[in-house]
């Protein structure tokens, strides 16, 4: 099993996945081989999909659709997850994340950074979500924002 998380899918918009799945990984502390997948969507998706799967009839910036459970803070092993893996068998699939690059842009300009820094953190915030971290109550909120802050540290994409 190869010691990597793997961000498959569209590669816009000058975003470093490799260090930044790395960097993620080894916060995570996680051990085997993780797949993710990529998406870039216009507003009209995002809101469809944000509508269809979160019942929120509105654009968004980011969605993630994890395919595991109960995973937060858990080193995730391929023998736990044989139901998951795929096809060749040397990773295990961990969902999806959907970006809207427009979304994204308006708000780069709204925190007065880059793009590339705002879609960088958005598929941070997608990959946590993967691994079962969560903000909806401030407890949770906090520690995913400290993770948050030490991958963007850690990768060197700053505010």
Known sequence: MA???????????????????????????????????????????????????????????????????GIKGKVVRAKDFPLDLTEDGKNVFIGSIAVCEKRASEQAEEYGHTVTREITYLICHGLLHLMGYDHMVDGEKAEMRALEEEIMQGIKVLR
């Open 3 to 69: 010691k990597k998380l793997i961000v498959s899918g569209d590669k816009r918009a000058d975003v470093d996945l490799l260090k930044l799945s790395k960097k993620l990984y080894e916060v995570l502390g996680q051990e085997e081989g993780l797949l993710a997948e990529l998406s870039y969507v216009d507003e009209k998706e995002i809101q469809r999909l944000n509508r269809e799967y979160r019942g929120v009839d509105k654009v968004t910036d980011v969605l993630s659709f994890p395919t595991l459970d």
